[in-house]
């Protein structure tokens, strides 16, 4: 993203532009650094993949992972333990940014 279109942004959610050291009127500096930093995350959260928490059959969570797509019902897949598990369930859980699956170890 462009130091440009970083600035429209931060304008357009209210930070006002301050006066620089040359006089000039600028966002300060640690805007453009925390903006690219956020850019950042979030490009190495997309090559990374989906996150998946991991859960037992009872429902609850002992791991989560992340991969490059979310595995389909009675798939079976690997933990970092080398243990199997088959998937019995998939939750996508939207608005929390993960998708749940209920395992069964093999």
């Known amino acids: 993203m462009e130091q440009e279109q970083i600035k429209e942004l931060a304008l ?3 930070f006002k532009l301050k006066e620089q050291e040359d ?3 600028d966002l300060n500096g640690y805007v453009y650094t925390f903006a690219n930093a956020l850019i950042e995350a979030n490009r ?3 090559k990374a993949g989906h996150k998946l928490v991991l859960c037992d059959s009872r429902g ?3 791991d989560s992972i992340y991969a490059s ?3 389909r019902i009675g798939e079976a897949i690997y933990h970092s333990n080398d243990e199997e598990y088959r998937v019995i369930s998939v939750e996508y859980m939207v608005t929390e940014d993960h998708t749940n699956l209920m395992l069964d170890k093999l």
């Open 69 to 71: 797509r979310v595995p």
């Open 12 to 14: 357009a959610s209210g």
């Open 44 to 46: 190495i959260k997309q």
């Open 60 to 62: 609850r969570e002992f």
């Open 23 to 25: 006089g000039s009127m």
